[in-house]
């Protein structure tokens, strides 16, 4: 049990300090606030949520996977709150 604690606490970290990496990147190139649209791709759209709650203007996120459909968290969570749309990467 403790061993998957720390595996959720250390992913939750991980996808935390992407997102501050992210969000200085484009700070730093002063398009922080040009950026409307995101893609994921090769992932199941781990960073959609924290990107989307730091960046209220993306308008449109794209999952892009090998299984691409409705089951991705993601596409799951937030096709109600905006278009979040699946793209299959392979077939």
């Given amino acids: 049990?403790?061993?998957g604690w720390r595996s959720v606490t250390q992913l939750h970290r991980q996808k935390k300090q992407f997102t501050?990496?992210?969000l200085h990147i484009l700070n730093?190139?002063?398009?922080?606030?040009?950026?409307?649209?995101y893609i994921s791709m090769g992932d199941e759209g781990k960073l959609v949520l924290s990107l989307r709650e730091r960046l209220p203007q993306l308008t449109t996120v794209f999952v892009a996977h090998d299984c691409a459909s409705d089951t991705i968290p993601a596409v799951r969570q937030l096709r109600p709150g905006g278009p979040v749309r699946p793209l299959q990467l392979r077939g």
Wanted: hydrophobic share 45%; glycine share 12%; proline share 0%.
């Fill in 20 to 22: 501050h990496e992210i």
């Fill in 1 to 3: 049990m403790v061993t």
């Fill in 28 to 37: 730093a190139l002063g398009k922080r606030e040009a950026i409307t649209g």
